[in-house]
């Protein structure tokens, strides 16, 4: 039978589409609020910067950043017509990342946070002041790392779909244990990878094949009827 995309496995619907996505991009955020803050504050001893940033998460930090990108996320998804399911590919990402006024959103989230916690008494006002006045070097740090989060997810992408072609060649020659190597390759990958619509199509039906010559001892004579259930998994 001759391999074939249609019936793929049917995606994961709901909020969990778009969890791992602000995960990626709070652990990026976060990185670059956390290499500014040290660059703006090369006096202070890493341990009292540990404690300024644990004051600034319980102050809110981490819950306005997050609520902002899944703001961005929402607002993005609608203006490209990504109702439903997984975004198709990772230029959308990018669009809605760079367009959605992420920056702008995370420094709002410093202003509060800073404004907050001098108010309480969690941050010294001059700490804070040296944080609103470099808060565009801040910023800058957020926005390369952001730049930087991207590019790695391309390559992610590029390295699934060149394993993805592999694979297929290796099936088409029986392969198995050139078909293994490609597997293991691509599931490396898309564990780092934001969830794309047309990339999972692929790597679920690969997956599917796989598995199921895997349990069949290797062995590449399946029925019509067995590949075509494995379609649809």
């Not at 926005?143 to 992408?157: D, F, G, P, Y």
């Not at 047309?198 to 679920?204: G, I, P, S, V």
Request: charged letters at 30%; zero cysteines.
């Amino acid at each position: 039978m001759e391999l074939s995309q249609n019936n793929v496995v049917e995606l994961e619907k709901g909020n969990k589409k778009d969890e791992f996505l602000n995960s990626t991009l709070w652990k990026t955020i976060n990185s670059g609020i956390d290499l500014g803050l040290r660059y703006l504050l090369p006096d202070i001893v890493e341990d009292e910067i540990i404690d300024l940033k644990n004051n600034m998460i319980n102050l809110g930090l981490k819950d306005g950043i997050k609520k902002s990108i899944n703001d961005v996320i929402e607002t993005g998804r609608q203006t490209i017509g990504v109702l439903t399911g997984n975004f198709q590919n990772i230029g959308q990402v990018q669009s809605v990342v760079k367009n959605g006024g992420i920056i702008d959103k995370v420094s709002d989230v410093l202003n509060t946070v800073i404004q907050k916690g001098e108010h309480s008494g969690k941050i010294n006002p001059t700490i804070g002041n040296i944080i609103i006045k470099g808060k565009n070097s801040l910023l800058d740090s957020v926005e390369r790392n952001l730049e930087a989060t991207m590019n790695n997810q391309i390559s992610k992408v590029s390295l699934v779909d060149e394993s993805i072609k592999n694979w297929k060649e290796f099936y088409d020659k029986k392969d198995f244990d050139g078909m293994e190597k490609e597997f293991k390759i691509m599931e490396k990958n898309l564990k780092d990878l934001v969830p794309l619509e047309n990339t999972l199509q692929n790597a679920r039906f690969v997956e599917n094949i796989h598995q199921l010559i895997k349990n069949n001892d290797r062995n590449f004579d399946i029925s019509e009827e067995a590949l075509e259930l494995a379609n649809k998994l």
